[in-house]
């Protein structure tokens, strides 16, 4: 009964595994990406769980946080996954395209590349959003910025990642602004558009309405996206009612489309 309730409520998630790829496999698949890319490999203990990071430190007052999605939430039976480490590392393939001279940081979930006997699927599936994991996410962050001394903060997320971003807002100061790419932005919303469980175990960003709606917003989404739609984005930004929060729609992208692609065009435009 359990496992059919954690099934349903996670059978719309952005990832799922048709292959053959194995947790050592999708984890050298990252640590390959980020060597070719000037990207550091570190874990970081929180007070809850390791969390492991990719960075790229420069001189620089300004930092972009990178947060990687829900990761492999089933697999191709349909079941719970045992891992969730991502089958394709969105964030830091995010991460990879930003050449601005800032300090990047790419933090994934907990459980995402690190193997370990004590690993619990409530944190990817019901539990997915919950306090310890926001926590855990916080104290990362706090530990960079005293590491690397950066002042601001932008946070660039990818599908559930922007669920992540947004439950951290509160908690961070100088944040200048949030982007997301097939970004889950109200995880309630999205569970009764699917017709699923809703993620009992999670936070709800929705219930920061008054400090996110202070917070400059952009959140790209696909034409053809079904997982995250452009009609969950519309009704996101209607409940923050604010002219900070602007939807932009990718024509004939999907949810797992070359978000990349859309990143490295709009920080062009940033130059």
């Known amino acids: 009964m359990i496992l059919e309730r954690l099934k349903k409520a996670v059978v719309f998630t952005a990832f799922f595994l048709f292959g053959c790829s194995s947790d050592q496999t999708r984890i050298n698949k990252a640590l390959d990406l980020a060597q070719q890319n000037n990207y550091k490999p570190r874990i970081i203990k929180s007070s809850l769980f390791p969390i492991q990071i990719f960075y790229q430190e420069n001189d620089s007052s300004h930092a972009a946080i990178y947060l990687e999605g829900d990761g492999l939430v089933i697999n191709k039976y349909r079941e719970v996954a045992i891992d969730p480490t991502p089958t394709d ?4 393939r995010l991460a990879s395209v930003d050449k601005r001279h800032v300090t ?3 933090i994934n979930r907990p459980f995402h590349y690190i193997k370990s006997k004590r690993s619990d699927s409530r944190y990817w599936t019901t539990a997915r959003y919950a306090p310890e994991v926001i926590q855990s996410i916080l104290e ?3 530990n960079c910025q005293k590491q690397f001394h950066f002042k601001t903060i932008e946070i660039v997320a990818y599908s559930g990642g922007a669920s992540v ?3 951290l807002a509160p908690h961070l100061e100088n944040i200048e602004q949030i982007t997301s790419f097939a970004g ?12 699923a469980e ?3 175990e ?3 960003p929705l219930k920061n309405k008054a400090i996110l709606g202070h917070i400059p917003q952009i959140h790209f989404l696909g034409t053809i996206d079904e997982n995250t739609t452009i009609d969950l984005g519309k009704q996101y930004k209607q409940q923050i009612d604010t002219n900070k929060v602007t939807i932009v729609t990718v024509e004939g992208f999907d949810h797992d489309s070359n978000w ?3 990143w490295q065009e709009q920080l062009m435009k940033l130059k």
């Open 184 to 195: 889950n932005l109200d995880h309630k919303s999205w569970t009764r558009y699917h017709n």
């Open 140 to 142: 990362v962050i706090k």
């Open 260 to 262: 990349p692609s859309v």
């Open 89 to 92: 590392p969105m964030a830091l």
């Open 165 to 167: 971003a947004l439950l």
């Open 202 to 204: 999670s936070l709800d």
């Open 104 to 106: 990047k940081i790419v």
């Open 198 to 200: 809703p993620l009992f």
